[in-house]
């Protein structure tokens, strides 16, 4: 019997609807946490509905470090998944050499022109063709902050860094670990890009997006390096090597007082139950208020066989549908890619980060370690050096300096 259905099943299939039916997609992607499972499992689940399976390919790994190499090695393999997530500059390298698929046709069906913020809508493009479908914007200068210690202890959240030290400072005298921090190389390199950003945001263009070799010796590079490692005396001693929602954990658990993470942590603290007005709060890195530190999560189609286009084409107008885009950021912690999201869906702290991303290009700030800065070999340098940095107390911030200035000079870009 069951070998007649499938028989069966076998002839109908020639039809090549259901060929591409059975199909389904390899999605490669780093997201593993609980807040980043759920929000996988909701476009995994309306794909779904449009008959398109899901296959997950993740690779834990926070910031997508282990990914991209596992992606890389399956392309030289020639064993490539059909989608992956490749956010940042690499999707235009990868572009470049005909790996990805133009998803042109989706876009203009959707009007992605008229529906996309300008921002995303260039972050996206090569040479007019479209290669990645946008699923959100982080804002990685985001501070977090446990509201009953703040109240408990009559702390605001610090706007400046003599506010930040003053609180860490009363955490630590009432027994607090007062910054919640992972020792990982890209933990750390996300705590530290968001202070040379408060080192001024001209300052932080020309390290990292235009890697100016004068911007290397200059007196501000000294003081963040040094500021890294002063705030290590407010951190779990030694320094945990732990994954970033363990980090996220420890706030959760009143256990340390603040986090210095992206808004990914909102969606981790929200999963776990804890409410964003009540439980804990959201706000700038001190002295970093009027910026927008971001990145942009994308999905890019890979050009394998041609015969999955169709799905392919169905998951990338997917992820673009309103409603998708406002249901996933609020699980994930991001805000939507539209011009006109559902504003009322979006807790206080999205809505900030909305408001801010949209007022003005001059305060988007393309993140150095999530991708958006600098192309991957830079960044994985610079990672490695502050991260030595950090680790070893031995190292002078001279030397640092040095260093960071020969990989941009290496690099080329230098003025
Ligand atoms: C991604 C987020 C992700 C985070 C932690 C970032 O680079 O943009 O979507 O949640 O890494 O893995």
Same mark, same amino acid.
């Given at each position: 019997m069951v070998h007649t259905l499938r028989s069966l099943l076998a002839l109908l299939c020639l039809a090549a609807s259901c060929a591409a039916q059975a199909q389904g997609l390899q999605v490669l992607h780093w997201w593993k946490s609980a807040s980043e499972r759920k929000a996988v499992d909701l476009i995994a689940a309306r794909l779904n509905d449009e008959n398109v399976i899901w296959h997950d390919g993740v690779i834990p790994s926070g910031s997508g470090v282990g990914a991209g190499i596992v992606l890389r090695s399956r392309m030289l393999a020639k064993d490539a998944p059909e989608v992956a997530q490749v956010n940042g500059v690499a999707l235009r390298d990868w572009a470049r050499l005909g790996l990805l698929l133009d998803l042109d046709a989706v876009a203009a069906a959707g009007k992605w022109d008229k529906l996309l913020l300008p921002a995303v809508a260039a972050a996206i493009e090569l040479d007019g063709h479209i290669y990645a479908a946008p699923v959100g914007i982080h804002r990685v200068n985001t501070l977090f902050y446990n509201r009953k210690l703040f109240a408990e202890h009559r702390l605001s959240p610090p706007l400046n860094w003599a506010e930040f030290e003053h609180a860490a400072s009363v955490l630590h005298k009432a027994g607090i670990v007062p910054l919640a921090q992972s020792s990982e190389p890209w933990q750390v390199t996300t705590l530290f890009e968001t202070i040379v950003l408060s080192e001024g945001v001209d300052f932080y263009r020309a390290l990292f997006q235009r890697r100016a070799a004068i911007a290397y010796a200059d007196p501000r590079l000294g003081a963040a390096l040094l500021r890294l490692r002063q705030m290590?005396?407010?951190?779990?001693q030694p320094v945990p090597e732990r994954t970033w929602d363990a980090t996220t954990r420890q706030l959760a658990d009143g256990e340390a007082g603040m986090m210095v993470m992206g808004d990914w942590a909102k969606g981790e603290l929200t999963v776990r139950g804890l409410s964003m007005d009540e439980a804990f709060g959201c706000a700038a890195v001190p002295g970093t208020a009027a910026y927008h530190l971001y990145n942009i999560d994308t999905l890019s189609m890979l050009?394998?066989?041609? %015969?999955h286009r169709p799905e392919q084409e169905k998951l990338a107008a997917l992820i673009m549908s309103p409603s998708l885009q406002n249901d996933f950021s609020q699980v994930k912690g991001s805000i939507p890619v539209l011009r006109s999201p559902q504003l009322s869906k979006m807790d206080s702290c999205a809505r900030a980060s909305y408001k801010l991303f949209t007022s %003005?290009?001059?305060v988007q700030v393309p993140s150095l370690v999530h991708r958006m800065a600098t192309d991957e070999i830079v960044r994985d340098a610079i990672v490695a050096e502050v991260h030595r940095f950090f680790l070893d107390d031995g190292i002078s911030v001279a030397d640092t300096q040095r260093r960071l200035g020969n990989i941009a000079r290496s690099f080329g870009k230098t003025k």
């Open positions: 290590k005396k407010w951190m779990n050009a394998t066989r041609e %015969s %003005s290009p001059a």
